[in-house]
């Protein structure tokens, strides 16, 4: 079996170290990153399990990683626990930032970060399910009815109706994909929640 892969993005090679630790023992591929711009990029490159971010970090903080993320459809659901010694001031900053991932303040124990793993999984499932809700619907008029397509002008639109068809059918090839993967995301993350749970036990 593959194993999952859990990114951990810190500007501290000790911090980094830490966590790694404090981890339960699995079948995880630990991944670091440096800094916010490579822990991007690793996580594009290797869509990871879950992500475990510092905040303040130099040439892109952890919002700013967040932030590109989720313009990444294959991407939004991934778990996120970010991670900062300053609260107030990341609450300040971004006050809407506990809806895209769990939050744990450092210094922090074991016990702690595995809740904080425990409930971002929680969130990424929410995030999945108000994205399924949400995808935007096109209503197209059958020409089986002598309905076409207009333009803003009023002018009929046969090659707009066409184009809007091959969008519709672009849209679905592509949320069969993002099924397909969310299934292996899910089942990556329910093994995720079973070590959890054995842990904290």
């Known amino acids: ?34 800094d916010g711009a490579e822990g991007l990029e690793m996580i594009q490159q290797e869509r990871p399990s879950l992500v475990l971010l510092d ?3 130099p040439r892109m903080n952890g919002w700013e990683v967040v932030q590109q993320v989720q313009t990444f459809p294959k991407l939004q659901t991934i778990p996120i626990v970010m991670m900062s010694g300053r609260r107030e001031d990341v609450e300040k900053a971004v006050p809407e930032l506990f809806d895209y991932f769990e939050f744990v303040s450092k210094p922090f124990e074991q016990n702690l970060l595995l809740k904080a793993i425990k409930s971002a999984t929680t969130k990424a499932k929410q995030r999945y399910q108000e994205l399924q809700h949400t995808r935007p619907v096109t209503l197209v008029n059958s020409t089986s009815h002598g309905v076409e397509a207009e333009s803003p002008n009023g002018v009929s639109d046969r090659d707009g109706f066409a184009g809007l068809k091959a969008e ?12 397909s993967e969310l299934m292996g995301l899910k089942k990556q993350v329910s093994q995720i929640l079973l070590v959890l749970k054995q842990k904290l036990k």
Do not use: C, H, W, Y
């Open 55 to 57: 905040f303040f970090m």
């Open 1 to 34: 079996m593959e194993s999952q892969k859990i990114l951990i993005v810190d500007d501290s090679k000790t911090i980094r170290m830490q966590i790694k630790d404090m981890l339960p023992k699995g079948n995880f591929e630990i991944l670091e990153a440096k």
């Open 168 to 179: 519709i059918f672009e849209l679905r090839n592509e949320n069969a994909k993002l099924k």
